[in-house]
């Protein structure tokens, strides 16, 4: 039997000038139908998330909804955040893409089940570039080379929370940052990637045997 997933894609409140993230949604849900995943895509995050029920996985495409500082943009609906710590509790399988540590600032399970949280004014990339990723070889289930290059941000001085297993480490800013991690939470399985900035950060095929890796641990609990 496949495994069933859901790919959140930000707009609205969740969208941001810098991503595309409809594009890179469409990257991740390809990745997953490749491997027979039965994938879903929507862009209204928070209905999505008052709709987990059925889904081992849901992956997350989107901004910061507080970004621009207006209290307007503030605040899930309490079905939604609801949804997802239900979703957490009965153990579906989370996998955060890039920009997604940023995100759902209203949600108070989302920072605490990553693991790890983009704080403005503090966290930082450099210009978007080559670069080189290194993965830790037994850190997921599935085969993926120790080594490979791709064209990406590399987040750097993301404020960890709580303990985790990093899968991939990229070269930071002078300092090595680890590029992906895993980390259990509650009753399930939270898989981080913090590569994904478009749809040219998936051409290496090692970034995408990175991403399939990173779901089927999401939901090998499951």
Same mark, same amino acid.
């Given at each position: 039997?496949?495994?069933?997933?859901?790919?959140?894609?930000?707009?609205?409140?969740?969208?941001?000038?810098?991503?595309?993230?409809?594009?890179?949604?469409?990257?991740?849900?390809?990745?997953?139908?490749?491997?027979?995943?039965?994938?879903?895509?929507?862009?209204?995050?928070?209905?999505?998330?008052?709709?987990?029920?059925?889904?081992?996985?849901?992956?997350?495409?989107?901004?910061?909804?507080?970004?621009?500082?207006?209290?307007?943009?503030?605040?899930?609906?309490?079905?939604?955040? %609801?949804?997802? #710590? @239900? $979703?957490?509790? +009965?153990?579906? &399988?989370?996998?955060? *893409?890039?920009?997604? /540590?940023?995100?759902?600032?209203?949600?108070?399970?989302?920072?605490?089940?990553?693991?790890?949280?983009?704080?403005?004014?503090?966290?930082?990339?450099?210009?978007?570039?080559?670069?080189?990723?290194?993965?830790?070889?037994?850190?997921?289930?599935?085969?993926?080379?120790?080594?490979?290059?791709?064209?990406?941000?590399?987040?750097?001085?993301?404020?960890?929370?709580?303990?985790?297993?990093?899968?991939?480490?990229?070269?930071?800013?002078? %300092?090595?940052? #680890? @590029? $992906?991690?895993? +980390?259990?939470? &509650?009753?399930?399985? *939270?898989?981080?990637? /913090?590569?994904?900035?478009?749809?040219?950060?998936?051409?290496?095929?090692?970034?995408?045997?990175?991403?399939?890796?990173?779901?089927?641990?999401?939901?090998?609990?499951?």
């Amino acid at each position: 039997m496949s495994h069933r997933a859901l790919v959140l894609t930000g707009s609205g409140r969740y969208a941001d000038p810098w991503h595309p993230f409809a594009e890179v949604g469409a990257e991740v849900a390809d990745i997953l139908r490749h491997r027979d995943w039965d994938v879903a895509v929507s862009d209204d995050v928070d209905q999505g998330m008052a709709n987990l029920e059925g889904y081992d996985l849901v992956a997350v495409c989107a901004g910061d909804p507080w970004r621009g500082g207006s209290s307007l943009t503030r605040g899930a609906p309490p079905s939604s955040v %609801a949804g997802f #710590a @239900a $979703a957490l509790e +009965r153990g579906i &399988g989370v996998l955060a *893409v890039h920009s997604a /540590v940023s995100s759902l600032r209203d949600y108070p399970e989302w920072a605490p089940a990553l693991g790890a949280i983009w704080l403005p004014e503090l966290s930082f990339h450099p210009e978007a570039g080559e670069m080189t990723v290194q993965v830790e070889p037994e850190a997921v289930p599935v085969e993926v080379p120790t080594t490979f290059h791709t064209h990406d941000e590399r987040y750097c001085a993301l404020q960890r929370l709580g303990q985790r297993t990093v899968v991939a480490w990229h070269e930071g800013d002078g %300092a090595k940052e #680890a @590029a $992906a991690w895993v +980390r259990e939470y &509650g009753g399930g399985r *939270v898989a981080v990637d /913090v590569l994904g900035h478009d749809a040219r950060a998936f051409e290496a095929s090692g970034h995408r045997t990175l991403v399939a890796a990173l779901a089927a641990w999401a939901v090998a609990g499951s």
